[in-house]
């Protein structure tokens, strides 16, 4: 191998773009925070992750693909099931703006989004960054997935609003 040649791999890993995870409510479209978050990582050079399907995850996806030249993609990693007929997608996934959809086998999701059939783990596990939005039941079972996977490297706390100060 010349050494012209080793630089090669150096250089492509170089232009490859991080992906930041956007996790929020399936059915709340949050669409200031989501709209103004999805603008906003359009401008940026990132690939944009989110479960697919609608509410934040599609208000975001929304805000993200009208960014004019951006450069990322929108991937979302999809819940579904297989049975004697095949794939089944769940109903609702993708939402329209889905550019590369990851299809899984994996059909759990809420309450029991950190069980080994949910796809919170592809969510929480693929992305440099996370961005959560606010959520329900799903989004707990994200956050905890995203704790367990954070804690080594640093501290992850979660402030509820009941133990928010209200002097602020």
């Given at each position: 191998m010349h050494?012209?040649?080793a630089t090669q791999p150096q250089q492509a890993l170089s232009s490859v773009?991080?992906?930041?995870g956007v996790m929020g409510s399936g059915s709340k479209p949050l669409n200031h925070r989501a709209t103004t978050l999805g603008k906003w990582l359009g401008t940026q050079p990132v690939h944009l992750?989110?479960?697919g399907g609608g509410g934040a995850m599609e208000s975001v996806c929304?805000?993200?693909a009208s960014v004019e030249d951006r450069q990322g993609n929108i991937i979302g990693i999809l819940p579904g099931g297989v049975?004697?007929?095949g794939y089944q997608p769940m109903h609702g996934y993708p939402n329209p703006w889905i550019e590369i959809p990851i299809r899984t086998h994996?059909?759990?999701?809420?309450?029991?989004g950190t069980d080994l059939a949910s796809r919170n783990h592809i969510n929480v596990l693929t992305p440099s960054v996370i961005v959560v939005l606010p959520g329900g039941a799903s989004m707990a079972s994200r956050w905890s997935l995203?704790?367990?996977r954070e804690m080594k490297s640093r501290a992850c706390r979660r402030q509820s609003t009941s133990s928010r100060s209200s002097t602020g």
């Open positions: 050494q012209a040649d773009l991080p992906i930041v992750l989110t479960g929304a805000a993200f049975n004697e007929s994996l059909p759990l999701s809420g309450a029991q995203i704790c367990h």
